[in-house]
């Protein structure tokens, strides 16, 4: 800690150094250890990406399982997987397109993405497990689609506020904008 510390104030007393504009955070608690609040508007961008990639993944897992006439448990445990498949995708090609290596790439992707995609999975699965007759419906009905997209709507108005929670702490999708 003491090192750290140390740098820190060494790099603040270097000659021409300009505080108030060093990378954009002129104010910002963050700069000093802390981190400032996020804005709902950077949260709900950073659910609405992990939402993306769980749509895509649940959707495709839910339409392969029933089309295949598999049962309910097998076919929510392909959508599931799916959706963290695509869910870490979406953020795995971002951050190795802006030049990050694989391996760290992952690491990335998982931090950012994670605690977001585990909690829109809960929700989302939730509410089609609690809809009567949604866990039977067929591709062709409406329950089925309307059980999907109220469960994805749900778990975005639940997630947003916990993705600004841990955006304004350093945490989940903080780590993927230093790759923006």
Do not use: Q
């Not at 603040?12 to 955070?25: I, K, L, P, Q």
């Not at 089309?67 to 498949?85: D, K, R, S």
């Not at 990050?100 to 809960?122: C, Q, R």
């Amino acid at each position: 800690m003491g090192l750290k510390v140390m740098d820190h104030t060494a790099h603040h007393a270097s000659a021409g150094h300009d505080h108030a504009a060093h990378d954009g955070h002129a104010g910002r608690a963050e700069h000093h250890g802390g981190h400032a609040g996020a804005s709902w508007s950077t949260a709900a961008k950073a659910t609405l990406h992990c939402l993306t990639g769980c749509a895509i993944g649940e959707i495709a897992g839910m339409a392969i399982g029933t089309a295949l006439l598999w049962g309910n448990v097998p076919t929510m445990v392909l959508a599931i997987g799916l959706a963290f498949l695509f869910g870490y995708s979406l953020t795995l090609f971002a951050v190795v397109r802006a030049g990050l290596d694989f391996k760290s790439a992952i690491k990335v992707a998982l931090a950012a993405d994670t605690v977001s995609i585990v909690v829109m999975e809960l929700v989302d699965n939730a509410i089609i497990a609690l809809t009567p007759g949604a866990m039977d419906a067929h591709l062709d009905e409406a329950l089925f689609w309307g059980a999907l997209l109220g469960g994805f709507a749900v778990a975005f108005l639940v997630t947003t506020p916990l993705n600004k929670w841990m955006i304004g702490r350093g945490k989940g999708h903080t780590v993927v904008h230093a790759y923006h």
